[in-house]
């Protein structure tokens, strides 16, 4: 009985541990953003606009809603890299279907977000039915994603003038609120609601933390697991038709590099590699960290690969915090 007592004072402690390393690894995530708003503040007199925030929550917004998903993926140990992919099958299949075959742009629109949640159920079903690890199987859905949307396009980008596809990337609310922004935090809202406050949020959470204890325990892992990479999927097709919006074409090799931003955001938000935790609302914050980043070396006229380097780098120091974390 002492010895039960023990263990349960020892993993209290453990818990409070992690609560406030948590609590500091937050703080210096807000910091570390106030100061470089603060040094892009002087070193560009157009970065504290209302023009300009409005600009990075437009931009960030593709990276946000796929983020969303990839938390959720992410708290069960699993990735999702096929997800750039996807933004680009997406915007082609919409673009095609509008421009190309004449049909209406919510038929469009339904397409690309079906082809979206069959990439995703694809992807879920290498991983819980085959056993395929979720790097080896997304990367190679990655590829062939890719390679499909290639050979619709013939590699040639498509144009779409459609004003409803055109609202949904580069519309506005007031003149001033970007759609894409007020979209993306709607999904973060909505994966919020569902991680917080429903059985399957609290089913995600323990499958992340002990797979095999969640099986025994009755909870269906493989659906669940399958789910969240159908979801993911939808979202990406989703960021995959603000993307073709807000650029008002479609091209097979868009969505280029999204999968380093999302990743990168997750684990900078102090999500876990080791599952069982996460946040969405911190991934919002790694979300700003990349947006707030990434607009300032562009209003600083700093080379794009000078922009992919550092947040390599924040990446990698965000796994080093993650480990020190839970050692």
Request: with cysteine; aromatic share 10%.
């Amino acid at each position: 009985m002492l010895g039960a007592q023990s263990l349960d004072i020892v993993e209290v402690k453990k818990q409070k541990i992690r609560k406030f390393q948590q609590i500091v690894l937050d703080s210096c995530l807000i910091l570390f953003g106030l100061a470089m708003a603060i040094y892009f503040a002087f070193s560009s007199p157009y970065f504290l606009s209302i023009k300009n925030f409005m600009n990075i929550m437009s931009s960030v917004s593709i990276v946000g809603i796929i983020a969303t998903g990839m938390t959720l993926i992410m708290i069960t140990k699993g990735i999702d890299l096929s997800v750039g992919s996807t933004i680009a099958l997406a915007g082609c299949v919409t673009a095609l279907f509008i421009e190309v075959f004449g049909l209406p742009w919510w038929i469009a629109m339904a397409a690309a977000l079906v082809v979206g949640l069959l990439i995703g159920f694809i992807n879920g079903i290498l991983i819980t039915k085959f056993r395929v690890v979720p790097f080896i199987a997304t990367l190679g859905m990655m590829n062939v994603i890719r390679g499909i949307a290639f050979i619709i396009t013939n590699g040639q980008a498509v144009y779409t003038s459609n004003s409803q596809v055109s609202f949904l990337g580069a519309g506005k609310v007031l003149n001033l609120i970007p759609i894409p922004g007020i979209i993306m935090m709607i999904c973060f809202v909505v994966i919020w609601a569902i991680s917080k406050y429903t059985i399957y949020g609290r089913y995600v959470f323990a499958i992340g933390g002990n797979s095999s204890a969640s099986r025994l325990a009755g909870i269906s892992v493989k659906k669940i697991t399958l789910s969240l990479y159908v979801i993911t999927g939808g979202f990406a097709a989703l960021a995959g038709l603000v993307m073709t919006g807000l650029a008002s074409t479609a091209m097979p090799s868009a969505g280029d590099g999204y999968n380093l931003d999302v990743i990168t955001a997750v684990y900078l938000g102090g999500n876990s590699s080791e599952g069982g935790e996460g946040s969405v609302w911190r991934t919002l914050l790694g979300v700003l960290i990349i947006g707030l980043l990434n607009n300032g070396m562009a209003l600083l006229s700093i080379q794009s690969y000078w922009q992919t380097a550092a947040k390599g780098l924040l990446l990698v120091v965000a796994v080093i915090f993650d480990v020190m974390r839970r050692k």
